[in-house]
């Protein structure tokens, strides 16, 4: 075996999580580090330019689809592995949200020790001083020194204007504590998207001791009895072994992580009976307690509202505006899909909120199931914290047998009434004075009224955020342990989204990197006690 292919640490992934973690590791010069990685960099010519993410979502050379009926539906949904560097938020918009810090708060008060909201708060705050544009809303210093890849939209500016005017605080920066609107803060650099990839594997935080090896699908991890010894992987010129002499770190996602787990023998056995892979370590939890959001969309016509954009965003309108925006910094893809983005109360005398609102003064298609040519601007919601779940197996050994997804949307009445409760707050809002003057719901229009419609729509034509969470989760029960290692097995972790127990009220991006970053103080101290 080449001693390039003998690391401490193997980093399976380099997603946000995976990338935060190397960044960590190699801080210490003597640790060797490799990060594996599916994919390459972006194989496109076009510069990463904020909206990428619509054409990334559609590219069979950028994501894995794994397809799936959620319901008695006709529509095939698809969710998308990453298989690019970036991972998975190569087809997510470059929005950041850290969440609010009671979201985690409820970890620890749930019996995860040491998982709370001081602790991913002072992960933010190292992350923000050591990368350049990776939250896009705070320099190093901490201050808020957000991106702007273009002037303030007119269009955007009189949907902030006209919510502040029933009553929704219109801020810089959301802190979610009460009902808010504010611009979106975008993850990127001089016009460009960033990245946790971008900033510590491909830019000025390449450290000589951390390796990157594309182009390698990690088939399996290796093990000595329950010990894990290192990675099995697919590459362009047959089958590759790779020696950890420290610890494996899985960093592949949501998706990618317990499949992984599963293939390798960890996991619930009759789970793994079924499909074939002999048991290394039972543990029931790894697949399971999957949770992630539905929303659905209102497409609506703006009238007499300067500044709408008719150029949808949709894979078919990229061809010739990325040349325009890496001359002018301007034009559709220098934004990540909505401009405006809301925290609000589904009941307006509750005092949290537990709905999101997002608007895009322009149609999107070809990405959220809407037809072409709908709609002036789009409106979508989706509501916090699902405590609906689902599970994701494998159904055989290879990695070409299809995963087994069940998504578990609005499977709780809680999810349910939650759901119909933030449709109906949406429709409030628009029914109001100023909004009635100025818009026309074009999608889904009146006859979508009652509780039953509602759902029936939400479902049929919904869409899920791609932030989903949970499937190696921490926890008494979980997955794995409050150190991340994996229950029943020795020298392997997960650190990605994966083992976050729920879902926070923002995106996943930003909190998987805490996860990565807060993993590398982990292994640090883990370090520092064993000499």
């Not at 993850?187 to 390449?206: E, F, Y």
């Amino acid at each position: 075996m080449s001693s390039r292919d003998v690391a401490d640490y193997i980093i399976v992934g380099s997603g946000p999580a995976g990338s935060a973690l190397a960044h960590q590791l190699g801080a210490n010069p003597q640790n060797r580090v490799l990060v594996i990685e599916v994919g390459d960099c972006d194989p496109s010519p076009r510069p990463p330019a904020p909206a990428h993410f619509v054409r990334a979502s559609s590219g069979p050379q950028y994501m894995t689809q794994h397809a799936h009926r959620p319901f008695d539906i006709e529509r095939m949904e698809r969710w998308s592995l990453g298989q690019v560097m970036d991972g998975s938020t190569t087809a997510h918009g470059p929005s950041r949200d850290r969440g609010q810090e009671g979201d985690y708060d409820t970890w620890e008060a749930a019996g995860i020790t040491g998982w709370n909201g001081s602790r991913f708060r002072q992960a933010f705050t190292a992350i923000e001083k050591h990368a350049i544009g990776v939250t896009g809303v705070r320099g190093v210093d901490g201050s808020r020194t957000p991106e702007e890849t273009e002037p303030p939209h007119p269009a955007s500016a009189w949907w902030i204007d006209a919510l502040a005017r029933q009553g929704i605080d219109a801020a810089e920066d959301l802190d979610g504590r009460h009902e808010q609107i504010a611009y979106a803060s975008l993850s990127t650099w001089n016009g460009t998207r960033s990245s946790a990839t971008r900033a510590w594997l491909r830019r000025h935080g390449r450290r000589p001791n951390v390796r990157v090896r594309t182009h390698c699908e990690v088939r399996r991890i290796l093990f000595d009895g329950t010990t894990a010894t290192g990675v099995e992987a697919r590459t362009p010129r047959g089958t590759v072994r790779f020696t950890a002499r420290r610890e494996v770190i899985l960093c592949a996602g949501t998706t990618g992580s317990p499949l992984l787990l599963e293939r390798s023998g960890v996991g619930d056995p009759e789970v793994l009976t079924a499909a074939g892979v002999h048991l290394v370590a039972a543990n029931p939890a790894v697949g399971a307690n999957l949770r992630q959001r539905r929303g659905a969309v209102v497409a609506l016509e703006l009238n007499g509202v300067r500044g709408r954009d008719r150029r949808p965003v949709t894979p078919a309108a990229r061809p010739r505006s990325p040349f325009r925006q890496a001359l002018r910094r301007s034009s559709a893809p220098t934004h990540g899909g909505a401009r405006a983005v809301a925290v609000l109360s589904s009941d307006r005398t509750a005092s949290n909120p537990d709905m999101t609102l997002l608007f895009t003064p322009a149609p999107v298609t070809d990405h959220d199931g809407i037809p072409a040519g709908t709609a002036d601007a789009t409106v979508a919601f989706y509501p916090h914290a699902p405590t609906g779940t689902g599970s994701l197996h494998i159904t055989g050994p290879s990695l070409d047998d299809p995963p087994r997804l069940v998504p578990g949307y609005l499977s709780t009445g809680h999810d349910r009434d939650l759901t119909v409760a933030a449709f109906t707050r949406v429709r409030e809002i628009l029914a109001t004075e100023l909004f009635v003057s100025a818009t026309t719901e074009t999608l889904p229009g009146p006859g979508v009224a009652d509780a039953a419609d509602i759902l029936r729509y939400v479902l049929d034509q919904g869409f899920t955020d791609h932030h989903e969470v949970g499937t190696c989760a921490l926890g008494a029960d979980g997955a794995v342990d409050d150190e991340l290692r994996v229950r029943g097995t020795d020298r392997l972790r997960v650190a990605d989204a994966s083992v976050m127990p729920t879902l926070t009220t923002g995106d996943t991006t930003a909190s998987s990197m805490a996860v990565g970053w807060i993993a590398g103080d982990i292994l640090r101290n883990a370090n520092t006690r064993g000499r």
